[in-house]
């Protein structure tokens, strides 16, 4: 008989499941287990298991004793695919030669046991899955909050983005649908994350799908999934994202870019919550939250016919949107600085910050890729730089316009300008008396001077960017080279 030490650690939760879920049924060993010191769930429900998995329960014991619990596998299989549980199988003996029964394990199971069972080995079984499940989770955890520093969490302090971390708390708290807009690079998939983990479903999965990256022909297999020999090449089932994301949240990223004759099928799945795979007959239920994004004018294609006007009112009932960095003044800092910390960490741990010009380079900088070309531009210092400091050639600025192009007097005071109002406004943080006297002039001629150059502070008359004065200077640019190439 195998010696359990009693030494080991009493904390150690374990979900068990039955998939007939009889609420009279009880595990035959849980006396046992539970004198070992194992704290023992028993949850019926799908509910009851996400809310052990949020009260921190990482280790699952699967009961299947009769023939007839194999057809209520499939109901529980998004479930057991959750990676933030180990599970282990305790099967019933004449199960395991059933060809179900065997794929199921193989699939999805940290480890099995045929039933009747050595209550040691039941617990030493256990005992191993919850182990790795500590191991797992302290690098998982590790790798999360990496993420989070690396591209999974939201900086800032501008007024445009204490807004949208407003509206993110409350409709965290609902369960309506949410459209998320915004230019390309501002953090759209990063606020959906931010809306999942502050809500109800926080423990269940967060399924994310880019609409723009999946092959027309795959979408109806992706989305929905595939019975086994569907089609050719189709050897075993497989779950599609839509079931991946059951109980929890279902991010639909560039939802612009989904094909029109998908867009029907996306709306019947919103309107009855079920869904059947490619290949198969059994409507299956689904009980997600739907966040959708897009970068293009929803409204506007709607008008032109290239997106359903009945998809787009069910899936925008709330707007959020994300704004441009070159709108958000001193969070171009912010976001820089965060961003080197967690760089600087991995490929130059000698650095010590961004140099003065380097600094004043970024916030100049008109931000076309908005955070995703920030974080992209600091990484790529980290690298390279050489000295303690980084430096505008480091980000990569050095390049920006020709030196051999030669710039009108009247183009080239405006450019430096309209840059040096910028730059003073965000190192001011929007405030107008303190630029003004960072630039040596006057409130009523800082005023006029940004009338002018067409530069305002609020952030709804903030989105023409680039400028319109650098706009002028490039398009002359441009017209004389070509005259030049003539």
């Given at each position: 008989m195998l010696h359990i030490s009693d030494s080991a650690s009493t904390n150690q939760t374990v979900m068990v499941l039955r998939p007939s879920s009889p609420?009279?049924?009880?595990?035959?060993?849980?006396?046992?287990?539970?004198?070992?010191?194992?704290?023992?769930?028993?949850?019926?429900?799908?509910?009851?298991?996400?809310?052990?998995?949020?009260?921190?329960?990482?280790?699952?014991?699967?009961?299947?004793?009769?023939?007839?619990?194999?057809?209520?596998?499939?109901?529980?299989?998004?479930?057991?695919?959750?990676?933030?549980?180990?599970?282990?199988?305790l099967v019933a003996q004449g199960l395991i030669s059933t060809p179900r029964m065997r794929e199921f394990i193989g699939e999805h199971?940290?480890?099995?046991?045929?039933?009747?069972?050595?209550?040691?080995?039941?617990?030493?079984?256990?005992?191993?899955?919850?182990?790795?499940?500590?191991?797992?989770?302290?690098?998982?955890?590790?790798?999360?909050?990496a993420q989070a520093s690396d591209g999974l969490s939201m900086v800032g302090n501008s007024p445009q983005m204490q807004r949208l971390f407003n509206q993110i708390q409350k409709v965290?708290?609902?369960?309506?649908?949410?459209?998320?807009?915004?230019?390309?690079?501002?953090?759209?998939?990063?606020?959906a994350l931010s809306i999942h983990r502050q809500s109800a479903r926080a423990a269940a999965p967060f399924v994310a799908v880019n609409c723009g990256a999946i092959a027309p022909q795959l979408f109806q297999s992706e989305l929905f999934g595939y019975e086994k020999g569907a089609f050719t090449g189709a050897s075993q089932r497989k779950i599609g994202r839509i079931e991946a994301a059951q109980g929890g949240t279902l991010f639909l990223d560039e939802i612009g870019d989904m094909p029109f004759d998908m867009q029907v099928n996306l709306l019947r799945f919103l309107q009855e919550k079920t869904i059947e795979r490619v290949g198969g007959t059994d409507s299956i239920g689904i009980d997600v939250r739907i966040i959708a994004a897009t970068h293009i004018d929803l409204a506007e294609?709607?008008?032109?016919?290239?997106?359903?006007?009945?998809?787009?009112?069910?899936?925008?009932?709330?707007?959020?949107e994300t704004p441009p960095l070159a709108d958000r003044g001193q969070d171009i800092e912010d976001i820089a600085k965060h961003y080197f910390t967690r760089f600087?960490?991995?490929?130059?741990?000698?650095?010590?910050?961004?140099?003065?010009?380097?600094?004043?380079?970024?916030?100049?900088?008109?931000?076309?890729?908005?955070?995703?070309?920030?974080?992209?531009?600091?990484?790529?210092?980290?690298?390279?730089?050489?000295?303690?400091?980084?430096?505008?050639?480091?980000l990569g600025f050095e390049n920006q316009m020709e030196q051999s192009q030669i710039v009108s007097l009247e183009d080239a005071r405006a450019l430096a300008?309209?840059?040096?109002?910028?730059?003073?406004?965000?190192?001011?943080?929007?405030?107008?008396?303190?630029?003004a006297s960072l630039l040596g002039v006057s409130r009523v001629t800082l005023y006029r001077l940004m009338e002018k150059y067409d530069i305002r502070t609020e952030a709804s008359a903030c989105a023409s960017s680039p400028p319109a004065v650098r706009r002028r200077v490039l398009v002359n640019l441009e017209a004389r080279a070509s005259e030049r190439a003539r």
């Open positions: 609420v009279e049924s009880r595990c035959a060993y849980s006396h046992i287990l539970r004198n070992h010191g194992l704290t023992l769930v028993e949850c019926n429900t799908h509910d009851a298991a996400y809310r052990a998995m949020a009260n921190g329960c990482r280790v699952g014991l699967l009961i299947i004793d009769e023939h007839a619990e194999l057809s209520q596998l499939d109901k529980y299989e998004s479930l057991v695919n959750n990676n933030q549980i180990a599970w282990v199988g199971l940290f480890n099995f046991i045929t039933t009747p069972a050595d209550p040691d080995h039941i617990i030493l079984t256990l005992r191993h899955a919850w182990g790795m499940a500590v191991i797992r989770d302290g690098h998982t955890g590790l790798q999360e909050r965290a708290r609902t369960e309506a649908s949410v459209l998320i807009t915004g230019p390309s690079g501002t953090g759209k998939e990063i606020a294609a709607v008008r032109q016919g290239a997106f359903r006007e009945d998809l787009y009112y069910r899936i925008n009932v709330i707007c959020l600087a960490k991995v490929h130059n741990r000698s650095l010590r910050g961004f140099s003065k010009a380097a600094m004043n380079a970024m916030l100049s900088h008109s931000w076309p890729g908005n955070v995703r070309e920030l974080v992209n531009r600091v990484q790529r210092a980290t690298v390279m730089a050489e000295g303690r400091f980084i430096q505008p050639s480091d300008e309209s840059t040096a109002i910028r730059r003073a406004l965000s190192q001011a943080r929007n405030q107008i008396s303190r630029a």
